[in-house]
């Protein structure tokens, strides 16, 4: 576990001397599940807790600058590889429902929830938005009753881009293959993320399994179908992004919540905790002002 976190970039006590690291699995449903949690000293008096859930394709290490700026904005932060993902158990990138995301985030919440401070914040980024936006639409929950304050969605999965397509070609090809070859696109504009992705980072699945891809046909539908909740959500979109089709899932997500608050960002893609220099900076602003309002 040093050497991951050096090769990552977790080993962030190393510039914040006063913080405390806990790693470890989880049971959660059938999956055992890597959490890390980055815990504030008491002395600084923390405003909260920040988890952070990732996109599809990533993990945890992936997102050390998000973690970083969180900390040092006083906040502590918890984050789990999902299954299927970085050091999670599961078959690479697959899902058999996106139930178990659902799951899994409440089987955390509910093994963690004595041992770590309130109030709790979530932001999540692709897929890791589409699973906050199930725990909030499909658990009817309001300000008081959701655990967690406030939520900030960054390139939110409601649809992927050219999704009928993406339906003909997955029921053309399911009774075939398993998996098709994963093309690495370019969803940021930080092209040292795009090269370490394609060319060293091990932990990158290589592959889109067809069960994630079935998993998510039913899941839009869930989604797209369900009732509004009087929940407000901040939502950092991109205007070039190519990988969801969010002038769908932003008229969707209007619809579902009380408020939604959007910082579109001209040039941003998809990757928003990876984009550009300027770019990150917006995002990480807008993630840290949602917070502390």
Known sequence: MDAYCRFYGLDLWVEHPGITYHQGYLQAEKHEVMVHYFHLPEAE?????????????????????????????????????QPGHGLSSGTPAAIGSFLEYQAVLSEVMAQIREKIRGPWFAVGQSTGGAILIDYLLSNHHSQTTSEFKKVVLLAPLVRPMGWLGAKILHSLAKPFLSRWRRVFGANSGNTRFLRFLREHDPLQARAVHVDWVSALRKWVPHIESARPVDFPVTVVQGEKDLTVDWQHNLRILRNKFSSVREQRIPDGRHHLVNEAQDLQATVFNTIIDTFTE
């Open 45 to 81: 008096k923390p405003k909260g807790t920040v988890f952070i859930l990732h996109g599809y394709f990533d993990h945890v290490g992936l997102y050390t600058q998000l973690i970083d700026r969180c900390l040092g904005a006083g906040f502590d932060v918890l984050a789990y590889d």
